[in-house]
């Protein structure tokens, strides 16, 4: 019997109807809500801008204050201080994946795959890596594409932005990309890139069957 893959996802602030990723994340614990040899675990922001109450997904179990199942999936709690401002997006990421750290350590669990989205925490990138590397797991990335060339941007947050993606993808293990851009954008620097992988479709309840084959051998096999 094959062994069950544990999944930690990173970089979504809840599960459902605030952005694309949290939109990808729900459809993907939907999806696999049934698969008996895939575990989710997901950061969920406790707190601030795009934070959503427990309560109010539908089939929720509360485990404790800060965990919950949701579509088979575990997810936990990172609560962020409301005085970091904007910088408040690094620091729940960074939060996010120490805890993934400490539950994967005290559940001794093997092989793990660490799936972070967006490309925040760059110049923390090693680091965590190093981290994961030795408790058994790989590190997974989904990068944002050129949000670094976004007009909405002032310069000194473009070249943070720019930095900290090219620190993500050359350290990372795999790279998940969502859209030949995407793929283009980060090819060159990153040691290994997929496509297509969906990451908003609210209007398709699954997205296609080729790129969820992809997606479940990456995340089951570890693209080993």
Sequence with gaps: MQEMQHVFIVGAKSLGAYGGYE??????????AREKRLQYHVACKGNGVGSRRESTLEGMIRLSRTEFMYHNAHCFKVFVPKWL?????????????????EIIRRENIPHPIVYILACRIGPFMAHWVRRIHALGGQVFLNPDGHEWKRGKWPWPI????????????????????DSAISTKATTANAPAAQTP???????????????????????????G
């Design 23 to 32: 939109t990808f994340v729900n459809k993907l614990t939907e999806y696999h």
């Design 85 to 101: 401002g904007p910088a408040q997006a690094v620091w729940y990421d960074v939060a996010a994946l120490k805890r993934a750290c």
């Design 158 to 177: 473009k070249r943070y932005w720019r930095y900290s993606e090219g620190q993500m993808v050359t350290r990372c293990d795999r790279v998940i990309c």
């Design 197 to 223: 992988l969906p990451t908003s479709s609210p209007t398709a309840p699954r997205p296609g069957p080729a790129a969820w084959r992809m997606t479940i051998r990456c995340l089951k096999a570890g693209c």
